[in-house]
């Protein structure tokens, strides 16, 4: 099973960037899956999930301003982050909960500057 995440870059604070999620056997679209973030000396954080029947949840510190998705057919997942801010700044790993079994993608870099 390997995820692959890409999309990140270097964005201005108000800008928008997609993440995005390629995943290979593993069929996303069957469990729960996500989006973490972590910065140098913390600990790694929710930023949003997917559950297998599509609900969303997300982080307080993005809700209204990212959006978790999924294409089925493509068997990628997708994070839409608008407004972003510098507190944004981090490595962002996508992930997949097999079972209890957190399968962790290499993580894309995301810079906001203000």
């Known amino acids: 099973v390997q995820l692959q995440a890409s999309g990140g870059g270097l964005v201005q604070a108000g800008g928008s960037l997609r993440l995005s999620c390629a995943a290979s056997?593993?069929?996303?679209?069957?469990?729960?899956s996500g989006w973490y973030r972590q910065v140098p000396g913390k600990q790694r954080e929710l930023v949003a999930l997917?559950?297998?029947?599509?609900?969303?949840h997300y982080a307080d510190s993005v809700e209204g301003r990212f959006t978790i998705s999924r294409d089925n057919v493509e068997n990628l997942l997708y994070l839409q982050m608008n407004s972003l801010t510098p507190e944004d700044t981090a490595v962002y790993y996508c992930?997949?909960?097999?079972?209890?079994?957190?399968?962790w993608g290499k993580g894309t870099q995301v810079t906001v500057s203000s």
């Open positions: 992930t997949v909960d097999m079972w209890g079994n957190m399968i």
């Open positions: 056997d593993v069929i996303v679209s069957n469990y729960n």
């Open positions: 997917i559950g297998s029947g599509g609900f969303p």
